[in-house]
T-cell receptor
């Protein structure tokens, strides 16, 4: 089993739709969680952190479920510009070192 | 503006040749990392460094080497021992030892073996 798993997609949705991605992780000692966005042939860019209480940034909402060991990203009112690959990142501290594990990404294609 | 600069953007390597990828940051970050990304796959850690003059192997270090002589710089050499080097290489930096900070990535180097 992979340490961090994501549905690779692609998720093909029309503009204005609401779409949600999940990311499951296996290390129960994981401490921090992030969503990154990666456009085709570009570097990943930090989209948002994920907090236990859930957090919202405009049309984006991130949630963490520690009991079931998954994080989610909800995008409301999808725009064409949201088309990208979304990577989840899970961080644990391992003997003083930050151990980041990336998911393989979920591809979103928003269609007109 | 602070950031990470990777160069070159595209690099072509002949069989049996060593090549060096540059990564420079002016964010005053202690920790720097090299990742490799293959098409449709996630990022895999090659090497990382948490402090000057120290670095550690990641998950796929074979065929690669690094140095960390300055805080700002973390070059990666892809040696001839790396049998399948064609990939997208990403350098990143972060605040060392802080679990709540994400990474900042450079714009990447796309390496192709010809």
């Amino acid at each position: 089993r992979k340490e961090v798993e994501q549905d690779p997609g692609p998720f093909n949705v029309p503009e204005g739709a609401t779409v949600a991605f999940n990311c499951t992780y296996s290390n129960s000692a994981s401490q921090s969680f992030f969503w990154y966005r990666q456009d085709c042939r570009k570097e990943p860019k930090l989209l948002m952190s994920v907090y236990s209480s859930g957090n919202e940034d405009g049309r984006f909402t991130a949630q963490l479920n520690r009991a079931s060991q998954y994080i989610s990203l909800l995008i409301r009112d999808s725009k064409l510009s949201d088309s990208a690959t979304y990577l989840c990142v899970v961080i644990a501290m391992d003997m003083g070192r930050r151990a980041l594990t990336f998911g393989s990404g979920t591809r979103l294609q928003v269609q007109p | 503006d602070g950031g990470i600069t990777q160069s070159p953007k595209y690099l072509f390597r002949k069989e049996g040749q060593n090549v060096t990828l540059s990564c420079e940051q002016n964010l005053n970050h202690d920790a720097m990392y090299w990742y490799r990304q293959d098409p449709g796959q996630g990022l895999r850690l090659i090497y990382y460094s948490q402090i000057v003059n120290d670095f550690q192997k990641g998950d796929i270090a074979e065929g690669y080497s690094v140095s960390r002589e300055k805080k700002e710089s973390f070059p990666l050499t892809v040696t001839s021992a790396q049998k399948n080097p064609t990939a997208f290489y990403l350098c990143a930096s972060s605040v060392s030892g802080q679990v709540n900070y994400g990474y900042t990535f450079g714009s990447g180097t796309r390496l192709t073996v010809v």
